[in-house]
Nanobody, 114 residues
Framework: QVQLVESGGGLVQAGGSLRLSCVASGIIFSINDMGWYRQAPGNQRELVAQITNRGSTDYDDSVKGRFTISRDNARKTVYLQMNSLKAEDTGVYFC????????WGQGTQVTVSL
């Protein structure tokens, strides 16, 4: 059974940093592309960063230069380092495979205050 467990969110002031983690189980993690999604209040879930199974990365323009996605296949974990956070980064963050969506986890809340 696929399980994605996100953690690392919290309340941070604008300009601050957070590091999110997502541990996967029930899948062969190393062959899966992975991504981080953000769902702001009242908005649809959007893909903000992704990393292929070979380590290539891509970012939404809204986070380019501030967020870094990485993975550790041995730990079956994908990370999102978020720097220079802005109020508009506020939302619930989820991880998943953009190429083959699995059952969603509970997400982790990120709140950026002014």
């Amino acid at each position: 059974q696929v399980q994605l467990v996100e953690s690392g969110g919290g309340l941070v002031q604008a300009g601050g940093s957070l590091r999110l983690s997502c541990v996967a189980s029930g899948i062969i993690f190393s062959i899966n592309d992975m991504g981080w999604y953000r769902q702001a209040p009242g908005n649809q879930r959007e893909l903000v960063a992704q990393i292929t199974n070979r380590g290539s990365t891509d970012y939404d323009d809204s986070v380019k230069g501030r967020f870094t996605i990485s993975r550790d296949n041995a730990r079956k974990t994908v990370y999102l380092q978020m720097n220079s956070l802005k109020a508009e980064d506020t939302g619930v963050y989820f991880c998943n495979n953009p190429s083959s969506i699995k059952r969603w986890g509970q997400g982790t809340q990120v709140t950026v205050s002014l």
